[in-house]
């Protein structure tokens, strides 16, 4: 399997490989992994799973007391830790991010919510289980732990139509007398479900399976609203699975234990289209060989397909999603007698193999996850290793229907063909940065990227340029916003226009021709006064940048503000921002 693997590498400054396809190999100092991803409203995509973090420095730090040394050692900084990765549709990296969640952890889950945040789901080194809500940049909202007193795993995090969550897991045995609900396992260990609201708030949380050890896996939520679960379940030297039905209460509807001589590991379940499931397992025959078994299955139990894929190298997936077309997109890993590397399908409704392909260089490599985008391309997640080093690494691909790797568009052409994306994703991030202002009625923001001075203390007197010490105030808090924001976005920004406009009562008398020239030279100094103020509040870097964003113009009075055909003349003597995307 010596396929072509063209990295991207991140060391932490991002240095671009000579290939133009989408697939990125984030390369930090010590181990990284990535175990499920999703697109964000603006097309760019969040992946999540965890990263080490230690304190490399030989300072060493005098402690005058045991409080202080024990914060320093055990505190929120350094160790394993959930972390978040944003990757634009140029692949570039807009951010990367440790979620400041208390305790070393691990995130195995990430949902999009309706409000452009994350439910973020995972588990700590000490046993608990934890559901955390960020909001859009990743910053914490709040974070839920939960679990038994012994020790819990979470698997998975399973979006459900309510807007809430599921956790999907194990947990060890609980003989607690004062734990009733876990008083006395099924087994060694048992499939623990928990259900979350939109808010966090938890309605209700049990164990379940068979006498022997159970694992829930993934879930699935069906359009009546039960959930349907798929679990592995060991005993003695049988590696089985079981598939459960709930109902939205977490009242067990059916369990179906499979007790065969194949070894079998469950890796995923999914609803379909249809509204029956698919469920993706492992299956080990017997000469030791793991090749891809898939299940489809109604509510009532019926098995429709029971297929297995013969492939030449020993393979796994571990995640599957299906098309509008009925197609199915799935990732795993594919193992020779040397080396292990990411796997990707396309399949046909009837779970025939379309294409595969294998990416990887001669070590590890995998994919734990995939999401299907709204552009008919698919992104998986995972894991890569190199040659000669044992440092797991993030990796992302971005990934077509015939199993190709997506090119990545120079920026210029994609401009150009998703110019409106442009504009929709810089005002939804304009309407968030001046949220305050807006409700402070100071400023208005269109779709065409304007942004207009509204406030009474913003306009300007009849035939005045100069700014007021009101003005000069707004400006200095704007500008401490809208700067940085343009400088974050200099790839996607071709201009800042800062145009001045004036109301048509000054000096009515005077000709026409005369009273627009002096009205454009008006509004022309009113936009100049404004640029001029910015620029000389700014370090030199920054006026360095701004050089190359800055347009002054005048509109006179031809682009008076009326209401009901009456010119509104205050409201009229403005000016006005606007971005214009490349």
């Given at each position: 399997?010596?396929i ?12 671009f490989?000579?290939?133009n396809?989408?697939?990125l ?33 030989n ?8 409080f ?39 995130a ?20 608990s ?31 459900l139509?309510?807007?809430g ?5 194990s947990?060890t045995?609980s ?14 260990n048992?499939i ?13 949380s ?29 005993y ?30 469950p890796?995923k379940?999914?609803?379909l ?29 019926n098995?429709?397909l029971?297929?297995?894929l ?6 796994e997936?571990?995640d ?21 590397d990411?796997?990707?399908?396309v ?32 992104v ?19 990934i077509?229907?015939?199993?190709s790797?997506?090119k ?9 063909k998703?110019?409106?994306l ?7 991030q ?13 400023v208005k ?38 700067i940085p ?11 800042l226009?800062i145009?001045g ?29 404004v ?6 509040t ?15 113009s005048g ?9 009901e055909?009456?010119e ?6 403005r ?8």
């Amino acid at each position: 399997m010596k396929i072509p693997f063209f990295i991207l590498l991140f060391i932490p400054f991002f240095l671009f490989a000579k290939s133009n396809d989408f697939l990125l190999v984030i390369d930090k100092p010590f181990d990284s992994v990535l175990y499920d991803v999703t697109q964000n409203y603006d097309d760019t995509v969040t992946a999540v799973g965890y990263a080490n973090r230690y304190k490399q420095t030989n300072r060493q730090r005098t402690y005058t007391n045991a409080f202080d040394y024990l914060a320093d050692a055990s505190g929120n900084r350094y160790g394993k830790k959930a972390v978040l990765v944003n990757v634009d549709r140029f692949a570039q990296v807009k951010f990367e991010k440790f979620a400041d969640i208390p305790r070393f952890n691990t995130a195995v889950g990430v949902l999009k919510t309706p409000q452009n945040g994350y439910f973020v789901g995972g588990y700590t080194f000490d046993g608990s289980l934890f559901v955390a809500k960020l909001n859009w940049a990743g910053g914490l909202l709040f974070v839920k732990f939960f679990g038994t007193k012994n020790y819990d795993r979470m698997n998975a995090l399973v979006p459900l139509s309510d807007g809430g969550v599921l956790s999907v897991g194990s947990s060890t045995t609980s003989r607690d007398q004062y734990d009733p609900m876990f008083r006395t396992g099924l087994g060694l260990n048992d499939i623990f479900l928990t259900r979350f609201d939109a808010n966090g708030k938890m309605l209700w949380s049990k164990k379940y399976g068979t006498m022997y050890d159970d694992a829930g896996v993934s879930a699935a939520e069906a359009k009546d609203g039960s959930i349907v679960v798929l679990a592995a379940t060991t005993y003695d030297k049988h590696h089985d699975v079981t598939l459960m039905r709930i109902g939205e209460n977490g009242n067990k509807i059916w369990l179906k234990h499979f007790d065969l001589e194949t070894l079998l590991t469950p890796k995923k379940v999914l609803r379909l289209h249809d509204g029956n499931f698919v469920a993706v397992l492992t299956a080990t025959d017997r000469s030791g060989k793991k090749q891809i078994r898939l299940l489809k299955f109604d509510l009532q139990r019926n098995l429709f397909l029971d297929k297995t894929l013969d492939t030449y190298y020993e393979s796994e997936l571990n995640d599957i999603k299906e098309y509008l077309n009925g197609r199915f997109v799935a990732v795993g890993k594919t193992t020779d007698r040397y080396n292990t590397d990411a796997l990707m399908m396309v399949l046909d409704s009837d779970f025939s193999m379309l294409c595969q392909e294998h990416f990887g260089k001669e070590n590890y490599d995998a994919f734990e996850a995939v999401q299907i985008l709204r552009d008919g391309d698919a992104v998986a997640a995972g894991v890569a290793t190199d040659e000669n080093s044992q440092v797991k690494k993030m990796l992302i691909a971005k990934i077509k229907q015939d199993c190709s790797l997506a090119k990545v568009m120079p920026q210029s052409t994609m401009r150009s063909k998703t110019k409106g994306l442009f504009y929709a994703d810089i005002y939804s991030q304009l309407l968030k940065l001046f949220a305050k202002e807006i409700k402070n009625k100071e400023v208005k923001i269109a779709k065409d990227l304007s942004i207009t001075l509204v406030g009474e203390p913003l306009l300007f007197k009849v035939g005045e340029y100069k700014l007021t010490l009101s003005q000069k105030k707004f400006l200095s808090r704007f500008e401490k916003k809208l700067i940085p924001f343009l400088l974050r976005n200099k790839e996607n920004i071709a201009t800042l226009e800062i145009i001045g406009h004036t109301s048509s009562e000054w000096a009515p008398k005077t000709p026409f021709e005369t009273r627009y020239l002096k009205n454009m030279n008006l509004s022309l100094k009113r936009a100049y006064s404004v640029t001029q103020y910015l620029f000389s509040t700014q370090n030199e870097a920054t006026q360095e940048a701004l050089t190359k964003l800055l347009k002054d113009s005048g509109y006179s009075y031809a682009r008076r503000v009326t209401f009901e055909n009456v010119e509104d003349k205050t409201k009229s003597r403005r000016v006005v921002f606007r971005i214009i995307p490349r």
